[in-house]
């Protein structure tokens, strides 16, 4: 079973931030989950919450900041005192610092309706990158996922199954030509993970922070966890 690092090892260092993702390279991560945002000047940035509030205490919507004011915003006080200063990365930055030491998993936290052109940026930016195999893209908004695979008919596709039911996931995804199934601890069961498999795809289940609970996702099938503890692969 693969252990995808969620939000880098955001349990030992701040979420989604340059200090999370080498904490994760560290412990040997081969997969990295992130979130990705536009900025206000058509950036592409990693950061999971559409505002402020949560990270860095402050006001507005993540698009009306640029991305170079996002790179000096305190978004690792919150978690500890030790993190004071981590600033919002830049989706290039984090690519340089990961180069080809994992997979990435980017997760589109919106498309075009919120974020004007983050599926043409990402797709600029990933076929600069080498070994595009090694990303994977996903999103719970699946007209994005529609949008990106009309720019790229190769990149593999994750399709976060959100509120969908799971007759209109399988058909899109089909017609996404989808690698996975992402979905919730609380929405995966044997069953799902058996149709999913029978009709090709992969199931990759978030967010699982317990050995206990990931053994028994490993007995039902399922082929990869997303975990805030990557080094968890070394007792499992
Ligand atoms: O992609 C798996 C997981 O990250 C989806 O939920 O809210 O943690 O981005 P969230
Ligand atoms: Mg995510």
Excluded at 13 to 40: C, V, W
Excluded at 79 to 85: L, N, Q, V
Excluded at 176 to 189: G, T
Aim: hydrophobic share 40%; glycine share 6%.
């Amino acid at each position: 079973m693969e252990f995808i690092a969620h939000r880098g090892a955001s349990a030992h260092a701040p979420e989604n931030t340059l200090a999370s993702f080498k904490k994760a390279l560290e412990m040997k991560a081969k997969a990295i989950e992130l979130d990705i945002a536009e900025s206000r000047d058509g950036r592409l940035v990693v950061i999971h919450d559409d505002d402020l509030k949560r990270v860095a205490k402050m006001p507005g919507r993540v698009e009306t900041y640029t991305a170079a004011r996002m790179k000096k915003i305190d978004v690792g006080s919150w978690f500890s005192k030790e993190y004071a200063g981590e600033g919002i990365p830049t989706l290039e930055e984090v690519f340089k610092l990961v180069g080809q030491m994992a997979e990435i998993n980017v997760e589109m936290k919106g498309g075009c309706r919120i974020y004007p052109k983050i599926e043409e940026k990402l797709c600029r930016l990933l076929k600069k990158q080498a070994a595009q195999s090694r990303f994977l893209i996903s999103s719970f908004d699946h007209e994005a996922l529609f949008h990106f695979r009309a720019l790229d008919g190769d990149a593999r596709i994750g399709y976060l199954l959100g509120r969908t039911s799971k007759s209109r996931a399988f058909r899109e995804m089909a017609e996404l030509k989808a690698e996975s199934l992402n979905l919730s601890a609380r929405q995966v069961n044997a069953r799902i993970v058996s149709e999913a498999h029978s009709k090709g795809f992969k199931v990759l289940v978030y967010t699982v922070n317990k050995i206990k609970e990931a053994r028994s996702l490993e007995k039902i099938g399922v082929d990869g966890i997303f975990t805030n503890f990557p080094e968890m692969k070394n007792d499992f």
